[in-house]
Structures are given as C-alpha cells and as structure tokens.
C-alpha cells in the first residue's frame, strides 16, 4: 500500500466512523497477578458489537463478564488484543475519553441529593449550559418515565426506580454505547420482568447500542438481539437468542441456557442426508443436518418441548427412543417427566396441558418418546 492510499484509508476510518461497528474485541487476554499466581480471568475473546445493537455477555459466575467489560470501558488495559469503538483503536485510552458509560449492579446515586440533581450531576460537572440541562434532564426523566418525582431522594424511592434514576443518570451524557453489567441484579424477580421490558424500550427509543452482562438466561434471552455464551474466559458460541436455544453449539451451552437432554449413539447408516443413530436396542434417533458417518459416536442434543410420549410405538420418518417413566412433576402450565432410558441415561420431556391434553403417562409407564429429526442435531465436545 503506498503512503496516500494508507492515509486516505485512514482518513475515511476516522470520517466514516458512523458505518464502523461500536464495539470490536480482537484477541482480548486479561491476567491477573493474584498472590504471585497468574489469573487469566478472560482467555482470547474477538467479538464485534454493531451500532444499536442490544448485546448480551451471558455465563457463569466467575466465566469473565465484568472484566471484559471493564476492558470495554477502559478501566482495565488487556494484557494483550485490542480494543476499538466506532473503528478506533481505544486500547490504553482512559475511561473518561471514551464514548461509553458504564451501570454497575450498585448503582450507587448520591443519597444526599434528588432525583433531578442526580441525573444533572454530570452536565452540572462539564459546565454545560443550565437551559440544555434542564431540557436535556427533563427529556430523560420522560424516558425512564419519572417525570414528576424529579424533588425525591433515592431512598424514598423503590429499587427499580432507584434503577432508572441511574439509567437516566448515565444517557443523560449521550454517550454512544451504555454499559450494563448486572444492573436488575438487586432487585426481586416481578420488578427484574418488568424492568427487562423497560429496559429494551428505553434503549428502542435511545437508539445507542447496549452492552448487558447477566448470568441469567432468561434475562439475555428476553432482550438481546445478540448473546455471547461465555465460559471459563472464552466465548463458547455468539448468536441470536433464537439460535442460542434452537441450536447450542457445545454442550456447555445446551445445558447452560434451558433444559437440554444430550444422547449419544452410533452411527447406524446414513441416506439421502439422514443419519440414523442406534441409541440403544429398539431405539432410533433421526439426524437431518451434518449427520456424520457410518460407525461415529455422536452426541445429540434435543429440547424437552420438542418430544411426544406415546404409549404406542410412533410411526414414520421420526426419532423414537423407548424409556421408562420415573417422576412427572405437575408445572401448572405443562407437566414435566423424567424418562429413563434402556442405558440408564435421562430424558426430560415437557407436554403442556392443553384443554385436550390425553396424555396420561404415569411413574412407572413404560413409553415411547417421539420427534422430529430437525429437532436434533449432533453438538461438539
Ligand atoms: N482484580 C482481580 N485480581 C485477581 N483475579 C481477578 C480479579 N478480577 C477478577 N478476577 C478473577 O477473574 C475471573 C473472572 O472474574 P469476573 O469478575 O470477570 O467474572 P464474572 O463473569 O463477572 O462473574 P460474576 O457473575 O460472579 O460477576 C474470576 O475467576 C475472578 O476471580
Ligand atoms: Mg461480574
């Protein structure tokens, strides 16, 4: 490349920042030195976070979320990799001279002062003009919907409110990418729904990409546009919500988001794309997509609401195992059952309890377990 193209290529980057992707992690490794031990708390994470895109780091306690987030941030430097927003490369820029704000769990509002000096307290500090903060105020307090209680404390407010207080308080800076990490955590489950939804309308309205950290996957599931799975310090699969559930790439994250059943079998023969699996004697399992070859062990992954039990042996181009009934749990909207195979391994099946519902199985019945081959794929490791 010759010197004008380098720099005409540059000059775009910087101009053109709009088209780049807000976030880019390329390679991040973050260690730590902890008691003369070298902790690796994030192991090589590369992920790209679009502008406006709502985007989950869902996974364990301990797997690495907040320290890539500081990393984001810029309150940690990577040990090594790169960190760049909107096309920049940030890496060893200091917190305050990056375009991201971050919410932590605590959020941690200023007890001494009212909502409205809470949420004014940034522009106040920057010397912005006092007509556009309170325009800019007042225009905040509408999006979290606390318009009207602008003279409380927080302690005479609920904990979600006392939340969106410190939403408002980090937008109010217009920065172009918002950091949560685990900020309903402090809250009870019915104020956690509600702010959810709350939460993705805000960002909806505000239209700047999000960053959310939660372990819990149902949290991820309801809002993300993207999720990224981690564990032990490494991102086992990035996808949409809908491909996270349907299609886990590893069985780390066939267990971690929902109930999962993995089955292994061998195998038997495969035709026209189909791979059939001998998963014990009389049992047969169907697998439409990279079905493997002849003789391969395979493990298979199968959701619990994708499975009939039937008396009967089922018929047709389906998967059907035979087990035993061992418990079924009554769960108001479905019941739950625990089958036990011929190979002693467990399944767990859901069947809703639909006005005509006819299935009867009982603890001790012996059943046959159907489904479709789309609904079963072989997963790694
Ligand atoms: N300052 C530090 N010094 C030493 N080890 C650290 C430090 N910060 C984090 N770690 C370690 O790095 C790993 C990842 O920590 P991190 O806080 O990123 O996890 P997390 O996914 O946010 O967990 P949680 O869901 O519990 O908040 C953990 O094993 C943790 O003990
Ligand atoms: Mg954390």
Redesign the pocket.
């Known amino acids: 490349m010759t010197q004008t193209q380098a720099g005409a290529e540059a000059v775009a980057a910087t101009c053109d920042s709009s088209s780049a992707p807000a976030i880019e992690l390329d390679g991040v490794v973050k260690e ?1 030195l ?1 008691h003369g031990e070298v ?1 690796q ?1 994030v192991k090589g994470v590369t992920l790209t976070i679009a502008e406006g895109e709502f985007f989950s780091l869902l ?1 364990p ?7 890539t987030m500081r990393v984001i941030a810029g309150f940690e430097d990577p040990s090594r990799g790169t960190v760049r927003l909107h096309g920049h490369d940030v890496t060893g820029v200091p917190p305050n001279k990056r375009d991201v704000n971050m919410v932590f769990q605590s959020y941690a509002l200023f007890p001494h002062m009212n909502v409205w000096e809470n949420v004014a307290f940034g522009l106040k500090r920057r010397k912005v003009d006092r007509a556009e903060i309170r325009r800019r105020v007042g225009e905040m307090l509408e999006i979290v919907d606390l318009a009207g209680r602008e003279k409380r404390r927080p302690r005479e407010m609920s904990g979600g409110q006392q939340q969106r207080v410190a939403l408002a308080r980090a937008l109010v800076n217009n920065p172009r990418a918002l950091l949560l990490d ?1 900020p309903l955590g402090a809250l009870d489950l019915k104020l956690r729904q509600a702010m959810q939804i709350e939460l993705k309308r805000i960002q909806r309205e505000v239209g700047i990409t999000f960053v959310y ?1 939660t ?1 819990d996957q149902s949290e991820a599931l309801t809002m993300s546009d993207r999720i990224a799975v981690m564990n032990d310090g490494l991102v086992e699969q990035l996808a949409s919500p809908r491909e996270i559930y349907e299609r886990p790439a590893t069985a780390f994250v066939a267990g971690f988001i929902g109930t999962s059943n993995l089955l292994k079998g061998v195998v038997d023969r495969v035709a026209s794309g189909c791979a059939v699996l001998r998963v014990g004697q009389e049992s047969r399992v169907l697998v439409a997509e990279s079905p493997g070859r002849e003789g391969e062990l395979l493990t298979i992954t199968v959701r619990p609401e994708k499975i009939t039990i039937s008396a009967e042996e089922p018929e047709g181009e389906v998967s059907a195992v035979r087990g035993t009934v061992r418990e079924v749990v009554y769960l108001g909207l479905y019941n739950s059952y625990t089958v036990a195979l011929a190979d002693g391994a467990e399944v767990t099946v859901f069947q809703q309890n639909a006005l005509d519902s006819t299935s009867t199985a009982e603890r001790g019945d012996a059943v046959w377990l159907s489904w479709q081959p789309r609904h079963s794929y072989a997963i790694g490791r």
């Open positions: 730590y902890a902790v708390a996974g306690s301990g797997c690495g979320k907040t320290t685990e950290v372990h």
